[in-house]
């Protein structure tokens, strides 16, 4: 079979190779293969058998001629040869190799250090291009020096914040762009980093090539090479935006927005700053403007704006720019003034009111404004901010005490009165809410009848802390600290309901008086709240009279006038109250709405024994009768006044000697006793 075949072709190939063990066995397979092509008549095997033979003989006939030279003399030394040569040509072979390779592997290490130092130049030109590029294209300003400071480099970001191109700035020193703003000593902190060639950083206020300023933030550092020192490299970012939003950011913390001064926190840290270094003397001079909340809340916020800036700029205007002022909040001001004398002060503060004598014009408006204001001085009224500001504040009360428009300065005095305020103020808060507040009530009679005609309501605070506390001393506080509309209209509601019920003892009673508070009478809905309030106590608008002062009508003519006709349309009937004492003009009188005028207590008690206030009380009788006005006369003490003042002509009074204010339980019986006598005065009691 095949494998009987390969076996044996197997066999005979290794018997070539010198390994004649097999022939044994090759002959053995011929006698096989010869049986088996003698069975299968196969010529193919018959053929191969054949030549085997032939194969086999030959190496039978080989080894024979290699048995006779094996025993020639010569045989060993040939083979000793063969073995030698063999030997030193595989050493040979083998030195070639590793030589070969040793030259090969030099060559492929050199390639590779080729390869390397080609790929390595390559990418170090990438990253020059990719810093040139960088540097070119940055937008912050890059300048490189040599040793000397000359310019040897500017990229095109330097070229757009200066102004200078590069071929005018080559050789040049950076100073160019030196704007002579920094302090001395912060360029010489510069030339010393640089000198000994150590990093500096820090801002620089620059000037460009047309003049103008810019703001860098520059980091300038030594150039180093080998150790030697070959120049400097400046990295700067322009800050000019940043540093205008921070500046303006500042502005807006300590400025007033309004009116551009200085404000509160600006002011305290000025003085903060002030005091310290300087062992000199200051003025602080604290500045309200008078009724500015009734103008704002009245005319409304926009020409409150208005007048405020106005007010604001005449300030500067009367100033010296040495002068700090500032506007801490509202209407109040205030300013230092380098000045040691009080009497100095004043002088200023003189110039100051005469300054807003002149009216402020504001659209349609023409608004006559005072102020008032309150002088402290540094060291004599004390030492720190808030003792200056509470002492120059006690001043400022002071002078709206005296009637507003003047200047006051601190004294120890003030202190106790500014103390007081303070606890009527704290009082006054709760008063309402503990029923402290009453009314008292004045009968107001007709002169020649002596007949009660109505009462004039008069309003009472008794405080458990303060004990009896006169209107005159707490109204004013009310007005201040915003709480007269709800004593106001507390007073106006309390009134009309006891009115309601006095007349249901003495129909005959014609109206009850109610003082009206200036700010409260230019609220806006106040005829709208009145007219409900008067409603609720069912009494109508005719049957009540509504007082107001003289200064007020006379604050803004025009408009009041139209108030006061509002008023008069409703039904209520309009008293100047304390005629006389103000700055009425006779023009406007005659235009005015009114129906009664009121003479001033003042004029009362001397007018028997004084011409004076005799003829001033006889002038307003008779101005009042020609212009169709009722007269009341306050303050009758006496029936020699009340016999004088009938026989002017006036029509109605009150006072002492009539009745004292009673309240609502003895008015009642008062009307009840009826006690006013029926009967004229009597012509022996006059003057």
């Keep these: 079979d095949y494998r009987l075949l390969d076996d044996t072709i197997f066999l005979t190939l290794q018997t070539y190779t010198r390994t004649r063990d ?14 088996l092509s003698g069975e299968t008549d196969d010529n193919m095997l018959r053929y191969f058998v054949t030549h085997m033979h032939v194969i086999v003989n030959q190496i039978e006939t080989i080894d024979k001629e ?32 590793m030589a070969v390779l040793l030259i090969l592997a030099s060559l492929a290490a050199l390639l590779f250090l080729v390869l390397y130092l080609h790929k390595r130049s390559l990418a170090d030109k990438k ?36 102004g200078y191109s590069k071929e005018e700035v080559m050789g040049e020193n950076p100073k160019i762009l030196k704007s002579n703003l920094m302090d001395r000593s912060f360029y010489e902190a510069l030339k010393t980093a640089l000198r000994e060639r150590r990093r500096w950083d820090g801002e620089f206020v ?41 500046k303006h950011v500042k502005h807006l913390a300590y400025h007033d927005q309004l009116t551009g001064l200085p404000n509160r926190l600006h ?34 916020h926009h020409t409150g704006d208005i007048l405020l800036q106005l007010f604001a700029q005449r300030l ?31 002088k200023v503060a003189e110039r100051i009111l005469h300054a807003m004598h002149a009216p402020f014009e504001i659209e349609q408006h023409k608004l006559n404004i005072t102020t008032s204001i309150g002088i402290s001085l540094y060291p004599r009224d004390g030492t720190t901010l808030e003792e200056l500001m509470k002492h120059a504040d006690t001043a400022m009360y002071k002078a709206k005490k005296n009637g507003r428009n003047n200047a006051h300065t601190f004294t120890q005095q003030l202190s106790d009165v500014i103390h007081q305020r303070l606890e009527i103020e704290q009082e006054l808060r709760k008063a309402l809410d503990n029923n402290e507040l009453y009314l008292v009530y004045q009968p107001k009679y007709d002169l020649h009848t002596r007949k009660t005609l109505g009462f004039e309501a008069l309003i009472r605070w008794e405080n458990e802390k303060l004990g009896f506390v006169p209107p005159d001393k707490f109204i004013p506080v009310a007005e201040e ?41 230019r609220q806006k809905d106040f005829i709208r709240n009145l007219n409900a309030l008067s409603f609720k106590t069912g009494l109508h608008p005719t049957q009540i009279e509504l007082e107001v002062t003289e200064s007020y009508v006379m604050e ?61 009380a006889m002038t307003i009788v008779t101005l009042a009768k020609n212009l169709g006005f009722e007269t009341v006369a306050e303050g009758i003490e006496d029936q020699m006044q009340e016999t004088l003042l009938f026989e002017m002509g006036c029509s109605t009074g009150q006072g002492y000697h009539f009745s004292r204010p009673l309240k609502p339980d003895d008015v009642v019986t008062f009307l009840r006793q009826a006690r006013m006598p029926q009967k004229e005065p009597s012509e022996s009691g006059a003057c």
């Design 481 to 521: 600290i915003g709480l007269i509309d709800e004593i106001g209209f507390f007073v106006f509601e309390e009134a009309c309901s006891a009115f309601h019920r006095f007349k249901e003892i003495d129909p005959d009673l014609k109206q009850i008086a109610i003082n009206v508070s200036t700010i409260q009478f």
């Design 66 to 97: 290699h048995s006779q030279i094996a025993q020639l003399a010569l045989y060993p030394r040939l083979t000793a040869l063969h073995q030698k040569l063999n030997t030193e040509y595989a050493d040979y072979l083998t030195f070639g190799k």
């Design 206 to 246: 620059n000037k460009r090539k047309d003049g103008s300023l810019f703001y860098e933030k520059a980091s300038i550092s030594p150039l180093i090479v080998d150790d030697m020192h070959q120049g400097y490299i400046a990295i700067k970012l322009n800050i000019t935006k940043y540093v205008e939003q921070e």
């Design 556 to 616: 803004d003519i025009g408009r009041n006038i139209d108030n006061l006709q509002s008023l008069r349309n409703n039904g209520y009937k309009i008293a100047i109250d304390d005629f006389g004492t103000g700055y009425s003009s006779f023009s406007y009188l005659k235009k005015l709405p009114i129906t009664t005028l009121k003479i001033d207590k003042s004029f009362v008690d001397d007018i028997c024994t004084d011409p004076k206030d005799r003829n001033i």
């Design 22 to 35: 097999a022939l044994p066995d090759i002959k053995k397979n011929l006698q096989k293969i010869e049986r």
């Design 316 to 346: 500067q205007h009367e100033l010296s720019r040495e002068d700090f002022i500032a506007r801490i909040g509202g209407d109040e001001f205030v300013a230092v003034l380098k000045i040691a004398r009080e009497a100095d002060a004043l």
């Design 127 to 162: 990253v020059l291009d990719a810093y040139r590029y960088a540097i070119e294209n940055s937008d912050n300003s890059i300048v490189i020096t040599n040793a000397d400071q000359e310019i040897t480099y500017v990229n095109d970001a330097f070229e757009r914040e200066t």
């Design 267 to 300: 002011f305290q840290e000025h003085f903060q700053q002030l005091i310290p270094n300087t062992d000199g003397a200051y003025a602080l001079l604290y500045i309200d403007m008078d009724y500015f909340k009734t103008i704002n809340d009245t005319l409304g």
